[in-house]
């Protein structure tokens, strides 16, 4: 079935891991191809929208479709996040993971970061992460976002504090805590740290407190980890920057 | 392994389709025993908490586990909800359902009607509400909440256009919206409708509008079905009442 929006809505929009510059040519091959040739249908003499996941974007004139993509870049631009949200997340119960990493990409998170608490363990990441990545590329083409969730390697709470000082906002999700701020605040980077399926350890919550982290409540109920990851994502997608996506367009989706 | 919860939070809870009055001893079969013996190890002379997903809550003392576990009420109440929400969803993509209503569940939405849309309908719907039931029973034993999320069958959206007046607030999630109200407003019943994985047709963006749903933003990004029901709920649940459920104990999760 032909993309609805391909009608409607914006051009159709692919990652590419590297973009290059006005002008050039370039072949679409592998899973992007197969999107813009068999979902999408794009035909030569059309154009779509390209991005590298960091910021950059491109229109493309599609040459030939083989079903391999050859693609002209007509015009190249780089984009700049005025906010940004970053997750330091203890490890959700078993699969849970895959779809919560499919949701904070949607969502917009810039960063999620794999936190080993004295309670939960992330285990086999490794054999996860091409997984995420792919969930990551997905999230990014539905979501019509020049940015792709970035999942770093897993590091303890130590080494993620050290990274703390570039965050505007610290927000601890823990039940009880105050209220998130409401819409239209969101500027810079904001860190939000949520628990592992058993909690964080008093002496967790106390050091993360100590570098400025606020406890903010999410619901009167007691969340899963990837509950709060996802709904402390979702109030920072509804108070964040409005202009730095393709979706501006009008898709039919909300 | 023993549920933390036990040792420091608030105590076991689990559901029961009927709780009978203060007094009365009950035996607990199925799942719902099996949670109590096998993964909370409960010991004859504890005390469980129980709800039967409307508002009813008791403390029951363990008489005896055998795996059945017998109980005594010792004591029961009725809760009251200051505030609800109900979602009117268009289907979302493939099984993408099962993972939202257990997230609708946890984050406390009173009721998901799906609604069959111009450009999407909900499929196999009686071969899943089995299932369905199982993830909201369990997302409610899991959130602490005396309330179960209810599955209505699908509908069209006339037959669901006649229930709008009981709504204080009407929420249409959709692009380019305003932003929905911040902490602490949510009263009474609020409806928050989400258009199916093709959008909703001009047509019925129109009824709905007219029937005085406001248009809301969730995020700059565009959203699949399943990510703007949940996201919209997790707004709900920051906005909601505080008081409704168990987990003011704290549990060890936000």
Redesign the interface.
């Given at each position: 079935m032909r993309d609805?929006s391909a009608a409607s809505g914006p051009p159709s929009f692919v990652h590419l891991s590297r973009l290059a510059p006005a002008g050039a040519t370039l072949v679409i091959e592998g899973d992007e191809a197969h999107y813009l040739s068999r979902v999408v249908r794009v035909r030569a003499g059309e154009t779509v929208r390209a991005s590298d996941g960091g910021g950059g974007v491109a229109t493309l004139e599609v040459l030939a479709v083989t079903p391999r993509v050859e693609v002209r870049v007509a015009s190249r631009e780089q984009r700049v996040r005025s906010a940004e949200l970053e997750i330091w997340c203890g490890a959700p119960e078993g699969e849970r993971a895959d779809?919560m990493i499919e949701?904070l990409a949607?969502?917009?998170a810039a960063r999620l970061l794999p936190l080993q608490a004295e309670?939960g363990a992330w285990n086999k990441l490794e054999a996860r992460r091409e997984r995420w990545e792919r969930l990551a590329i997905a999230a990014m083409r539905?979501?019509?976002?020049p940015w792709r969730l970035e999942v770093l390697p897993p590091a303890t709470l130590d080494a993620m504090l050290a990274r703390a000082d570039r965050a505007g906002a610290r927000w601890l999700?823990?039940?009880?805590?105050g209220?998130?701020p409401?819409?239209?605040v969101a500027t810079g980077t904001t860190i939000a740290v949520?628990?592992p399926?058993?909690?964080?350890s008093d002496a967790e919550l106390k050091r993360l407190r100590e570098q400025g982290f606020t406890d903010v409540?999410?619901?009167?109920?007691?969340?899963?980890?990837e509950?709060?990851a996802?709904?402390i994502a979702?109030?920072w997608?509804?108070a964040?920057?409005?202009?730095?996506?393709?979706?501006?367009g009008?898709?039919?989706?909300?």
């Open positions: 609805p779809w949701k949607e969502l917009g309670r539905q979501s019509l976002s999700c823990q039940p009880g805590g209220s998130p409401g819409p239209g949520v628990g399926s058993s909690g964080f409540g999410l619901s009167s109920r007691r969340l899963r980890t509950t709060a996802l709904a979702a109030l997608a509804c964040g920057p409005s202009a730095d996506t393709e979706a501006s009008g898709a039919g989706l909300s």
